[in-house]
Every structure is written in structure tokens, then in C-alpha cells.
């Protein structure tokens, strides 16, 4: 069975600090990973794909480590509106570009002024 | 601007009842989702199609069917609702081409009494 797991937190942080938050997935043939956001009683967006190098978006770090099956996510300089639940997600190739993503159940990170 | 609608933000139906949730993407997506959303279990993944009148098992699917009559459209169909079907239930779409990024509706929070 397919699964992604996440500490479901919460992680109360100050603003301005760094914080970072690891998932594990059991599936080895996962070929993508992403990172989605959910605010609260929002739907789930995109924040970031992971890549087998690592990538960057502003404050945002992710890094894939496929020989221990996990990925994180690091944020720096936090901001109150980073606070949010951060979902990892794993995507299996299969061939067909339609396959299910697999979702962790989600991190949730309240940043405190 | 990517959109993905639903029929209803709230839903309130009795026990035995057919329900019918819409889902309608602009986007010209030929992968359309649907998942369940409930506390400490995530984002599950009921039914999925990756074009018009085909259609996939996600990993919960007893209870549920699905119809995909036209690209833009694909509705979930509860044949006789019960009380464990309450739920928030998030549609989301996707295309074979680029990232495969899944853009979500705004959910529909459905409640079986």
C-alpha cells in the first residue's frame, strides 16, 4: 500500500524563525513529489514540486532524499502567513498521466507573532 | 485564470438519499479527481478519469460512483448516502502535459443525517 507519512504537528514557531518538516513515503517507484498547502477550510494548492536536486523558492527549500525515502521542506524567515497545513504528496508513474497523487495526512504550522 | 468549480460549498442530505456533486474545470484538463478529506485521515482518493466516459477505482470507492459525460464535467454520485459518507469532498483536475499539477475546487462540505 501506497502511503506518505508526515508528523501532523502543530509546530508553533516564531515569526521570523526557520522551521522544517520531513515526510517519509513507502512507495520506491514514486517518481514525483510535490509539496501543496491548505489554508484552514480552503482547498489544497501547489506549492512546490521536489526535485531529485533539491530546489528553491524564495523562502522556501525542498530536497528529496530518494535512498532514505523522504523529503523535506525548510522555511525560513516565517511569516504569519506561511502559518497553514503543508501536505506532502507522492505521484507514482504508472505511464498514464492521470494516477492518483498519494497525500500525507499534512503538517500543520502556526507561526506566532 | 485556472478554475475548478463545485455545485455546492454545503450540503445537507438524509440517510438513503442520492446525492449528486458536480464538478466543472475550465481548463481543458483531461484528468478530472475526486477525493474525501476528513480529520486525521487526509486527502483519499475515491475516483479518478482520465477522459471523457472512462473512469478509474481510487482507494475508497465502495459507496460511490462516478460519470463523465463531457470533458469539463465530472460528477460523484453517492446511489444511497450514509452517515460515514460525511465528508468534505474536494474535486481537482489535471493535464497529461507539463508539471500534472492538480488544481482543486473549493470543496463541498456534505452532511448525512
Known amino acids: 500500500r501506497k502511503e506518505v507519512e508526515q508528523d501532523p504537528g502543530p509546530f508553533n514557531v516564531p515569526e521570523g524563525a526557520t522551521v522544517a518538516f520531513n515526510c517519509t513515503y513507502s512507495?520506491?517507484?514514486?517518481?514525483?513529489f510535490f509539496w501543496y498547502r491548505q489554508d484552514c477550510r480552503k482547498e489544497p494548492k501547489l506549492l512546490m514540486s521536489?526535485?531529485?536536486s533539491g530546489n528553491e523558492d524564495g523562502r522556501f527549500t525542498a530536497q528529496l532524499n530518494r535512498a532514505s525515502q523522504y523529503i523535506s521542506l525548510l522555511i525560513r524567515d516565517s511569516k504569519l502567513s506561511d502559518s497553514a497545513t503543508y501536505l506532502c504528496?507522492?505521484?507514482?508513474?504508472?505511464?498514464?498521466?492521470?494516477?492518483?497523487?498519494?497525500f500525507g495526512k499534512g503538517t500543520h504550522l502556526i507561526i506566532q507573532p | 485564470d485556472v478554475k475548478v468549480t463545485q455545485s455546492s460549498r454545503y450540503l445537507v442530505k438524509r440517510t438513503g438519499e442520492k446525492v449528486f456533486l458536480e464538478c466543472v474545470q475550465d481548463?481543458?484538463?483531461?484528468?478530472m479527481f475526486w477525493y474525501r478529506q476528513d480529520p486525521g485521515l487526509g486527502l483519499r482518493l475515491i475516483y479518478f478519469?482520465?477522459?471523457?466516459?472512462?473512469?478509474e477505482k481510487g482507494d475508497i470507492p465502495e459507496g460511490y460512483s462516478v460519470s463523465r459525460e463531457k470533458k469539463e464535467r465530472f460528477s460523484l454520485i453517492l446511489e444511497s448516502a450514509s452517515t460515514n459518507q460525511t465528508s468534505m469532498y474536494l474535486c481537482?483536475?489535471?493535464?497529461?502535459?507539463?508539471?500534472?499539477?492538480?488544481?482543486f475546487g473549493p470543496g463541498t462540505r456534505l452532511t448525512v443525517t
Open positions: 481537482a483536475s489535471s493535464s497529461w502535459t507539463g508539471t500534472t499539477e492538480q488544481y
Open positions: 481548463m481543458d484538463h483531461e484528468n
Open positions: 521536489v526535485y531529485s
Open positions: 512507495n520506491s517507484a514514486s517518481q514525483s
Open positions: 478519469s482520465y477522459d471523457v466516459k472512462m473512469k
Open positions: 504528496v507522492a505521484k507514482g508513474d504508472s505511464g498514464g498521466g492521470a494516477d492518483g497523487l498519494t
